[in-house]
């Protein structure tokens, strides 16, 4: 029988151990966050680039006047903070004094500790908690319990939290609130898969989440501070043996993808609709953000895309050498490409298929693509607005010189651009649209038949039953 779950202590108050997962750019906003809260739950605005409103409460679209991309980057960041202040502030209101608010930020964005700063500045009293993944975020400690918030880390192992608890986080142990364990086989958005973990070989969360809570333990945290259970969390009544766990201490569940079809859900309505046709296996994890990071997608025509164009790839040596002995003929200038035979009659192939263009990878090898997509690679690459740290399509790094210093990656795409684009109603086949492997459930959960779709608080209450 499904225990249920008690409410905790967070912020100051009795809230419900439920999370509306952060999810950028704008899948959460005031909208579902606010209501998340109201409903009882901590709800999450994601302040990665949010919308901003004008004097009629239209969205401002983020259009960047700047001609060098240092300069874009500067206006990105004002929009950053700005989008994410009115979210909150909004947020807080809807909320009206129940549940909590956390703001989410992706560590390897760019401008993330100014955009920490600016947005913590100016809410003052309305956000309970910074809930930061992606990268190390060894600052995020010192920053929150500068404006007495508290920081939740997302993690996907007990190794990533011991190493940030070492260096940073045991300064500020107060302000620790949480720590979130993101399945990276399961959780929709950035994955955090290690070299060591194999994308194809999922791994049982307990054990994984057991270890965590016994680094925690060594490091002297109490069994109060609880994990954050994200990826793959559907019915509760399928974590019963996590519930009241004394090996696993407070747990508490994040959700990512079972928010997305809410009535308050900002994200467009092509978007929601798609979610209830997905079957099992049509979200693929993949690594072609340009954040280097894994992640997890509906495999639509857009990922399609990308992996057919990883596909049509080969390999080159400038001189001949090894089994590079033949001079490539096709979408080259010059003769400086020596290929194998085999190669050589793909890439005539593909050339004859209208791929007549390669572009060079930063790891020695050549993708081919049709003339006007590759006008569109070159375009955005050259738009970039120096939206993450280091990005591995356009080559920005928020670093001097602004660059990775190595070469653009036409594997990749200007994840800014599609997620802004999906987010404001652009189409669904040719954006990212990020979900977690159990999206398929929308089809089988009873709850959603005949089309239904839940308000937040009609979410929050069926989750609490266990269903
Ligand atoms: C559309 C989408 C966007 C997301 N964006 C972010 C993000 O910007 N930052 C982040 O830390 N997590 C992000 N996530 C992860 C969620 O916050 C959550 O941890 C995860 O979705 C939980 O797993 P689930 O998808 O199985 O529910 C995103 C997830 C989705 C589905
Ligand atoms: S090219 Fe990269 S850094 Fe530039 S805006 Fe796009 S995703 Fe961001």
Known sequence: MFKGVRPILYGGREVWPLIEGGKGVAATNHASSGAWAAAGGIGTVSAVNADSYDPDGKIIPQVYRALTRRDRH??????????????????????????????????EMGGAQRILHGVLEKTRGMVAGVTCGAGMPYKLS????????????????????????????????????????????????????????????????????????ETMRSGGISDDVPIIMAGGVWFLRDWNDWIDNPELGQIVFQFGTRPLLTQESPIPQGWKDHLTTLNPGDVLLHRFSPTGFYSSAVRNPFLRNLEARSERQIAFSMEAAGDHQYQLDVGVKGKNFWVTLGDLNRAREWY???????????????????????????????????CLSQCGFSSWADTEGNSTGRLADPRSFCIQKTLQDIAHGGPID?????????????????????????????LVDRILTGD
């Not at 011991?162 to 990276?184: C, N």
Request: aromatic share 12%; charged share 20%; net charge negative.
């Open 352 to 386: 004859g298929h209208g791929f007549t263009t390669a572009l060079k990878t930063p790891d020695n090898t050549l993708v081919f693509e049709t003339p006007e997509e590759t006008k569109i690679i070159r375009k955005d690459q050259a738009d970039c607005m120096g």
């Open 74 to 107: 500067e206006e990105l960041i004002q929009y950053a903070i700005e989008g994410a202040v009115e979210q909150v502030k909004r947020a807080f209101e809807i909320a009206g004094g129940r549940g909590a608010i956390n703001i989410n930020v992706l560590w």
């Open 142 to 213: 010192e920053i929150a319990a500068s404006y007495g918030v508290s920081y939740l880390p997302i993690v996907s192992s007990g190794r990533a939290f011991s190493a940030l608890w070492k260096r940073a986080y045991s300064k500020a142990a107060e302000w620790l609130a949480g720590v979130v364990y993101e399945d990276p086989w399961l959780a929709g958005g950035h994955n955090g898969l290690s070299n060591a973990e194999d994308p194809k070989v999922p791994q049982d969360p307990y054990p994984r989440v057991k270890l965590l809570r």
């Open 430 to 458: 040719e954006n990212l649209m990020f979900a977690g492997h159990a999206a398929y459930k929308f089809k089988q959960d009873p709850f959603y038949s005949n089309g239904f779709v839940p308000t937040v608080k009609q």
